[in-house]
């Protein structure tokens, strides 16, 4: 069973910031893209950096240049430091991969996070 985990969350003042890490674990064949959404209520969840097995990154307009995503492929995680946090940065942070399980004619999924609450406040 193919689980990502996320952990580092939590409430920072604006002008702070954060580290964001998701584990994938399981019996895991490969994994592909890696990345971070983010949702607020009433809204749709939204790119925030992805991440391709080559290392290949894409950003958010609303992140470049205070985000930075990165990836351990020996651990199978995926990191987001957050920089000069803002209010709007505020949302659930959900962790995205592309994962081949082990086993037998396995096929390539879409696997998600459980999320964590991000919270820019004074």
């Known amino acids: 069973q193919v689980q990502l985990v996320e952990s580092g969350g939590g409430l920072v003042q604006p002008g702070g910031s954060l580290r964001l890490s998701c584990a994938a674990s399981?019996?895991?064949?490969?994994?592909?893209?890696m990345g971070w959404y983010r949702q607020v209520p009433g809204k749709e969840r939204e790119l925030v950096a992805t991440i391709t097995s080559g290392g290949r990154i894409n950003y958010a307009d609303s992140v470049r240049g205070r985000f930075t995503i990165s990836r351990d492929s020996a651990k199978n995680t995926v990191y987001l430091v957050m920089n000069s946090l803002k209010p709007e940065d505020t949302a659930v942070y959900y962790c995205?991969?592309?994962?081949?399980?082990?086993?037998?004619?396995?096929?390539?999924?879409?696997?998600w996070g459980q999320g964590t609450q991000v919270t820019v406040s004074s």
């Open positions: 995205n991969a592309q994962i081949t399980p082990g086993g037998y004619l396995s096929v390539e999924n879409d696997y």
């Open positions: 399981g019996s895991i064949f490969s994994i592909n893209g």
